[in-house]
T-cell receptor
């Protein structure tokens, strides 16, 4: 069975703070993919990153960075110097052998000025 | 240059009615999906089609019937709508397993269905 856990339901920060969104996954597949999607208040789902299970290299994209650790089955997402526009619901997702994405329950990030 | 489009964006209807939501992608992808997002924001896959063939069919009431006339379109028909069907329905597409960019799913803007 595949499962994604995002234990943080909601996080509130003040602008310019750094914030980390946690994601823990479960799968028996040896090959799998991990994703992060952003859902801003407008409702669309925006792809942020994809990682395959053989690539544990951390990635940085501007203020965003991702920390993939197979040993702890985690794929955490950090936003540095958060901005109000970062306010959204963030979903972590897992895809194993089958095509379907299994999503976590999402973390709502509120960034106040 | 819309990649994945859905119509309508909003749909308000009475219980018991039959309705359809249309989805089209112009990305040349082989695989398309329907997801349901409930009021608590929980996203769950419903169906997936690869080259017009059904490959994923989750535990969904048979009132929901997807139809893929060609690989660029995946429509969702819902019979005898119930209150619990109220949700946002997202269509998505991906290249499929044959491409190095497999699994990156692009989502449509969503259709908010409200059943009264």
């Amino acid at each position: 069975a595949q499962k994604v856990t995002q234990a943080q339901t909601e996080i509130s920060v003040v602008e310019k703070e750094d914030v980390t969104l946690d994601c823990v996954y479960e799968t028996r597949d040896t090959t799998y993919y991990l994703f992060w999607y952003k859902q801003p208040p407008s409702g669309e789902l925006v792809f942020l990153i994809r990682r395959n299970s053989f690539d544990e290299q951390n990635e940085i994209s501007g203020r965003y960075s991702w920390n993939f650790q197979k040993s702890t089955s985690s794929f955490n997402f950090t936003i540095t110097a958060s901005q109000v526009v970062d306010s959204a619901v963030y979903f972590c997702a897992l895809r194993g052998r089958l095509q379907k994405l299994v999503f976590g329950t999402g973390t709502r990030l509120l960034v106040s000025p | 240059d819309t990649a994945v489009s859905q119509t309508p964006k909003y749909l308000v209807t009475q219980m018991g009615n039959d309705k359809s939501i249309k989805c089209e992608q112009n990305l040349g992808h082989d695989t398309m999906y329907w997801y349901k997002q409930d009021s608590k924001k929980f996203l769950k896959i419903m169906f997936s089609y690869n080259n017009k063939e059904l490959i994923i069919n989750e535990t969904v009431p048979n009132r929901f019937s997807p139809k893929s006339p060609d690989k660029a379109h995946l429509n969702l028909h819902i019979n005898s709508l119930e209150l619990g069907d109220s949700a946002v329905y997202f269509c998505a597409s991906s290249q499929g397993q044959t491409s190095g960019r497999a699994d990156e799913q692009f989502f449509g803007p969503g259709t908010r269905l409200t059943v009264l």
